[in-house]
Nanobody
């Protein structure tokens, strides 16, 4: 079992920056992938960015060059540095983690943190 707790969401003006944090606890040694998803009202949840292992990372095209995903050395805290924020980035952002046990994948979600980009 893995527990994920996000923080850092707030109201920010267009062009501003935020850093989201996600703290993982529980069976963290078996985590393979951690990432961030977001969901705006009336829209499907989408992958924003994720990290697999030590050097595998992905970003959705709309945030490339603006967002940076990272983990601390313990691999238990995930960050999303968001720069040059746009109103289109407004959404609930969810921390996501996967682990594989005996070949079976398990998926975990945080509770979400609201990011609102508005002037």
């Amino acid at each position: 079992q893995v527990q994920l707790v996000e923080s850092g969401g707030s109201l920010v003006q267009p062009g501003g920056s935020l850093r989201l944090s996600c703290v993982a606890s529980g069976s963290v040694g078996t985590i393979r992938t951690m990432g961030w998803y977001r969901q705006a009202p009336g829209k499907q949840r989408e992958l924003v960015a994720d990290i697999t292992g030590d050097d595998g990372w992905r970003y959705v095209d709309s945030v490339k060059g603006r967002f940076t995903i990272s983990r601390d050395n313990t691999k238990t805290t995930l960050y999303l540095q968001m720069d040059s924020l746009k109103p289109e980035d407004t959404a609930v952002y969810y921390c996501h983690a996967t682990r594989v046990v005996a070949g079976t994948p398990f998926v975990y979600w945080g509770q979400g943190t609201q990011v609102t980009v508005s002037s």
